[in-house]
């Protein structure tokens, strides 16, 4: 599986912004998605996970400002972020994986990173 990520940029707090990931490959619905960040001198921390079904995660820092959203049938997923703030600010990996787990040792492929910064 091959991740193309695409959608970061340079927004103000409060702002808005989509996430998208293409993925290649036959077999995207078998996989869990998960959007995953990480700031300068930080660790990647989950963001959001989604399996094929309606089973989603959230991370509570981001419940009810970001959605994770997938769409089987174009080999998709996309991370709607709304009401951004500057601790929102890293570097976005989306990932794929076999197992419905926040562990990012768990996931399996991964895209090359889009930025977000988010300024006050």
């Known amino acids: 599986v091959q991740l193309q990520a695409s959608g970061g940029g340079l927004v103000q707090a409060g702002d808005s912004l989509r996430l998208a990931c293409a993925a290649s490959?036959?077999?995207?619905?078998?996989?869990?998605m998960g959007w995953f960040r990480q700031a300068p001198g930080k660790e990647r921390e989950i963001v959001a996970a989604?399996?094929?079904?309606?089973?989603?995660y959230y991370a509570d820092s981001v419940k009810g400002r970001f959605t994770i959203s997938r769409d089987n049938a174009k080999n998709t997923v996309s991370l709607q972020m709304n009401s951004l703030k500057p601790e929102d600010t890293a570097v976005y990996y989306c990932?794929?994986?076999?197992?419905?787990?926040?562990?990012?040792?768990?996931?399996?492929?991964w895209g090359q990173g889009t930025q977000v910064t988010v300024s006050s």
């Open positions: 989604s399996w094929s079904g309606t089973a989603t």
């Open positions: 490959g036959r077999t995207f619905s078998r996989y869990v």
């Open positions: 990932a794929a994986g076999k197992q419905f787990t926040i562990r990012v040792g768990d996931y399996d492929y």
